[in-house]
């Protein structure tokens, strides 16, 4: 396990992902603009200050700003800064996130939302070191190491004509990808404890029990879209929710959505309100193994959806108790 202290932690034990953090302990150390790209949740914000705490500007400023937070309009002002009356409502002069960083690092979150203006402006920093806020007449010379973030394919978007190949071609000194929790093998079980123990510590738990034999296989068998940021939500809530610190828990919700009572989208135009969609079918080659994992879904969400009481449970699905508890051990769903 790899545990980085101060404000960034890092745990896991898979190849892939001690790889992507090795990556980033070496390019830290240059001052070199470097990209982060990876799936929502991976942990790309984690890896920005990794680079910048290791990197000898450790005791400068970390400017963090999420290019998608903005509208389009005030991504400049923000970044350049502006002077007195550049604009409509620039009642007084702002200095921008560069100026903020002079000397540290500038991560630029969700790079792919910014302008086309603005990467424009963007590359002209990089390539000159200076920075001419909006109203200003004269540029300003600062000192910035750029870490940029983005969970899109760039090199797709500048083909397409919508990121400048030049600015992508600056900014990816080097890349780091980092790894989906899915590739990541051994390492739901060792975020899960992590996770777990420190929700419990601070519910104030005299020790961290564990999670069951079913929990800790149905953890591992979930696709987690979202990575380690959707792990952290489930377990943290499935220890809430747990009245029982001396036993290991035993129920996990993955949707905290789920309720008979959750509201329904509204019917489109001609659809039948009682219909439900059709999911699109992505390519199979194991049958068998694709209709095993169909069926523990569904058992899976029918028992979030009642409270994980077996015989309302068995009752909404059609079957008898002891066909639905064969069904929950075959697919090592619900408590020990």
């Known amino acids: 396990m790899l545990v980085m202290e ?56 970390l400017i963090v700003m999420n290019c998608a937070a903005l509208p389009e309009t005030l991504i400049e002002a923000e970044l350049f800064g502006h002077e007195q009356g550049a604009f409509t409502g620039a009642t007084r002069s702002r200095a921008g ?17 910014l302008s086309m203006a603005a990467q424009e402006r963007l590359l002209r920093v990089i390539e000159y070191g200076e920075v001419t806020r909006i109203g200003a007449s004269r540029p300003m010379t600062v000192d910035v190491r750029i870490i940029a973030a983005t969970n899109e394919d760039l090199p797709g978007l500048a083909e397409a004509g919508r990121f400048r190949p030049d600015l ?26 992590h996770f777990g123990r420190r929700m419990a510590a601070e519910l104030g738990w005299p020790q961290w029990p564990g999670f069951s034999t079913d929990c800790l296989g149905a953890l591992e068998a979930h696709a987690w879209p979202g990575n380690v940021r959707e792990l952290r939500n489930v377990v943290e809530r499935a220890v809430y929710r747990w009245n029982e610190p001396s036993r290991a828990v035993a129920q996990i919700v993955f949707d905290p959505f789920a309720s008979p009572w959750q509201p329904q989208r509204p019917a489109k135009a001609g659809e039948d309100p009682q219909s439900a969609p059709v999911p699109s079918l992505a390519p199979v080659s194991n049958l068998r193994a694709a209709v095993d994992a169909h069926e523990a879904a569904i058992v899976q969400a029918a028992l979030e959806r009642h409270r994980f009481n077996q015989r309302a449970t068995a009752k909404a699905l059609g079957l008898s108790y002891d066909q639905l508890r064969h069904c929950m051990r075959k697919h090592r769903l619900g408590a020990d």
């Open 97 to 113: 996130r560069f100026e903020e960083a002079d000397g540290g690092t500038l991560f630029l979150d969700e790079l792919a939302t």
């Open 168 to 193: 992508l071609d600056r900014l990816s000194f080097e890349v780091i990808t980092l790894p989906p929790l899915r590739a990541r093998d051994g390492d739901v079980a060792v975020l899960a404890d």
């Open 6 to 61: 101060r404000n960034t932690q890092f745990v896991g034990q898979s190849l892939a992902f001690l790889d992507a953090v090795e990556q980033a302990g070496r390019a830290a150390e240059l001052n070199r603009p470097v990209l982060v790209v990876g799936e929502r949740g991976t942990g790309k914000e984690l890896v920005a200050e990794r680079l910048h705490r290791l990197s000898p500007r450790w005791g400068e400023p």
